[in-house]
């Protein structure tokens, strides 16, 4: 089993407060990733769920017991690092097993769950290969297997795929999402990168500063966030922003036409748009919500990426399908999906449809 139950967790380094209050549940099975920017404490939380630092204040349970004050050893979990941290002199049976043998595991049994492991890893032709014989992908595999014959309560993750090129990184995510899939064993995963948030994960926390901005799946953090942090930081090109005024039930952006505000009467006063590049639809310079000049236009094959500059206001990106022929220097109208636009009021928090 591997419930995670954290409450009013806090981590202080001296007078410097890195954690700050942090309550989570996690569920029996469920693949939680902690994502955020460089420095908002997603690495320091997961070593404290480790073990491997103290925690300041809180409590953190496992299955509902107390495990605040044991060690790693203590807890039942297994961690993979950003560095595979293999042997070099060991084949991949031997690092794979190692764990178990120091820890004095009969030999048969050893020998049974690294076999077991290696057929789930698909390392099964690689068991008497050293290190330096394998790709980055299969050392990082060999790493998971290290951590899957231990069967613990939950599995974690910092930053595993890092290390790798683009190409192994897409490989390596597909591994995991199987191997999540094939163990049903609570997983927690640490990166900075969200696409592999977007990708893998049951339930996202977004991280900034050691605080919780918002937890959710990945559909509702994309569909609604509550903030203009976590707006931009999920999604992939991230969210248009533009400064807009409201009168009545119309917004309207500054030197450009604007459209049905759908918060009418709401408390909170709108002053930013946000409105996602996959979002906006190429029209004539007389039908959109506002008008701009083509700077940039990047075909990509399925789709192409137009950055716009608009009169009066900061420029955005507009993603496209690659088969839309528009040339660099047109004058262009932008419209917006009304279904689909995100208002934010001066403290950067979302208003909600409806209100």
């Known amino acids: 089993m591997g419930a995670i139950q954290l409450k009013a967790v806090e981590k202080w380094f001296g007078n410097l407060q890195v954690i700050k ?8 099975g469920e693949f939680v990733i902690f994502v955020g920017p460089s420095g908002c404490g997603k690495s320091t939380l997961l070593r404290l769920i480790a073990g491997l630092e103290e925690t300041s204040r809180g409590t953190i349970g496992i299955d509902g017991k107390d495990v605040t004050a044991l060690p790693p050893s203590g807890r039942g979990l297994s961690m993979v690092f950003q560095s595979y941290a293999l042997y070099p002199h ?11 043998k120091t820890a004095g595991v009969p030999k048969d049994e050893i020998e049974r769950k690294v076999k077991a492991a290696a057929e789930v890893l698909k390392l099964d032709d690689y068991l008497d290969r050293r290190p330096k014989a394998l790709s980055g992908g299969q050392r990082q595999r060999v790493a998971i297997g290290r951590a899957i014959v231990r069967e613990p309560g939950a599995f974690l993750f910092d930053e595993p795929l890092s290390n790798l090129d683009a190409a192994l990184r897409v490989e390596m995510r597909f591994e995991i999402a199987r191997l999540h899939k094939s163990l049903g064993t609570t997983m927690i995963y640490v990166t900075h990168d969200q696409v592999e948030a977007m990708t893998l994960a049951d339930k996202i926390v977004v991280l900034q500063a050691g605080q919780i901005e918002q937890v959710g799946t990945p559909r509702q953090l994309y569909e609604n966030p509550d903030n203009l942090f976590v707006a931009q930081f999920i999604g992939s090109p991230k969210m248009n922003v533009l400064p807009c005024s409201v009168d ?13 505000y759908p918060h009418a ?42 950055y716009v500059a608009l009169d009066g206001l900061d420029s955005v990106l507009v993603r496209i399908s690659g088969s839309e022929k528009i040339e660099e220097g047109a004058h262009i109208g932008l419209r917006f999906d009304e279904a689909r636009m995100h208002f934010f009021d001066v403290q950067d928090r979302a208003i909600r449809y409806p209100v």
Do not use: K
């Not at 009545?248 to 604007?258: E, I, K, M, V």
């Open 21 to 28: 209050g942090i309550d989570l549940e996690i569920e029996d």
């Open 248 to 260: 009545g039930d119309r917004f309207s952006l500054r030197g450009h036409g604007g459209g049905r």
């Open 265 to 306: 009467g709401a408390t909170q006063q709108p002053v930013r748009l946000g409105i996602r590049p996959e979002h906006i639809a190429v029209v004539g310079a007389e039908e959109g919500h506002c008008t701009g000049t083509v700077e940039v236009a990047e075909y990509l094959g399925a789709d192409t990426f137009l």
């Open 90 to 100: 060991m084949s991949v049976r031997e690092n794979v097993g190692f764990g178990l």
